[in-house]
């Protein structure tokens, strides 16, 4: 079911505003005027980074207008119970089964808090994105990882054999960062199928966007699996990220207890609110995104492909290079240059780098500092 603005964003005197102030934000952005305010976060003046998955492209205009629109109203909170209806609409299900969090990083970190703060163990992917093991492993569990197969994929068997009668999470990002590998819709069902019912299956959909009709842990939920979590987030293809909004998607009975440690009424912000609502109606946007994305894919295999490197690539808006040995030194030597990549070491990934897709002239410019740094 589609959203109309009208119902949810009321127009007013500021809206009259919002043209002027895009101008001046276009202006800012061109090096035509300065802000004085530094949103550089840390990185240097002019920097190129390729280091943080972000959208290079930028939110959608509806979704500015729309936070712009919110900011004068934030000696307000904004109430996330509004946007989890609107997701339950989306979704088409009752919106119990809706949880709105600041990011999905929140219901990433309140699932082991909520099932594996008395001990046990969760069963995770080595090469992945590490924020629910990491803070599972914090909490005092075990944390069972297994590495990926030679050509970058999951090891459901050696997963799966991970399991026993402590286990409370079977982890899974779908698709994987920093691999962009996925998974099936028979590999999810699987898994599901396999699991005994009080171990909770958390499929982070960070990225689940990118994929074209991409198999999805809602699938399972569909099905009537109560001990499902899934997580998506509005930072990635929406381009959201410094706006922190995300949801969750499970059984009421694990939303009710999850809802018990955050995921309140003021997890939302009320510009973030705004842009969240109008992003939900603009298909074009995510469309958009997702086609530059594929496009610099294929770029990008093609580059590196003549430098003689080996990829692993997938959906999402990155792409993993192997390096060699050199791949962290490589790395520095590119931030000399003010040019930010991610070392594959974090991921146990040593002899690589995650590089993710920048605008074609920032494409270019690492294309040409790695071409001489190898």
């Known amino acids: 079911m589609s959203f109309t603005r009208r119902g949810f964003i009321k127009r ?60 004068p109203k934030s000696n307000r909170y904004a109430d996330s119970i509004l946007l989890r209806s609107l997701l339950a609409r989306h979704h088409g299900i009752d919106e119990e089964w809706i949880l709105v969090g600041t990011g999905s990083g929140e219901l990433l970190k309140l699932a082991p808090l909520v099932v594996a703060r008395d001990g046990g163990n969760i069963v995770s992917p080595l090469e992945t994105f590490r924020t629910t093991p990491s803070f ?129 009424p003021t997890s939302t912000n009320m510009a973030g609110f705004g842009a969240a609502v109008a992003s939900l109606e603009d298909d074009a946007h995510v469309r958009k995104s997702r086609d530059y994305i594929r496009k610099t894919r294929a770029l990008y295999e093609r580059e590196l492909q003549k430098m003689g490197l080996a990829t692993i690539v997938g959906a999402p808006p990155f792409i993993l290079v192997e390096i060699g040995d050199r791949a962290k030194q490589i790395r520095d030597a590119l931030v000399e240059q003010k040019i930010f990549v991610r070392h594959g070491g974090e991921w146990d990934l040593p002899n690589h780098l995650r590089i993710s897709y920048g605008l074609e002239e920032e494409n270019q410019t690492f294309f040409s500092a790695l071409a001489k740094l190898l």
């Open 12 to 71: 007013s005197a500021t809206a009259a505003a919002t043209v002027s102030f895009l101008q001046q934000l276009s202006a800012d952005t061109c090096g035509a005027a300065t802000s004085p305010i530094d949103f550089g976060m840390g990185f240097p003046d002019d920097a190129i980074r390729l280091n943080r998955n972000e959208n290079p492209l930028g939110p959608s205009k509806r979704a500015i207008e729309a936070a712009i629109e919110g900011v």
């Open 136 to 264: 599972a492993e914090k909490l005092g569990a075990e944390v069972r990882w297994k590495k990926l197969r030679p050509d970058a994929s999951y090891d459901l068997d050696a997963l799966l054999a991970a399991v026993d009668d402590e286990t409370k999470i079977f982890y899974i990002v779908q698709p994987n960062n920093p691999t962009g590998t996925s998974l099936s819709s028979d590999d999810l069902r699987k898994i599901a199928d396999a699991l005994p019912k009080d171990v909770l299956f958390v499929v982070d959909e960070a990225y689940i966007h990118f994929m074209e009709n991409g198999a999805s842990g809602i699938e399972l939920l569909e099905e009537g699996r109560t001990n499902v979590l899934v997580t998506r987030t509005f930072s990635k293809a929406y381009a959201l990220a410094g706006l922190r909004i995300g949801y969750g998607l499970g059984h009421p009975d694990i939303m009710h207890q999850i809802a018990r440690f955050g995921c309140g």
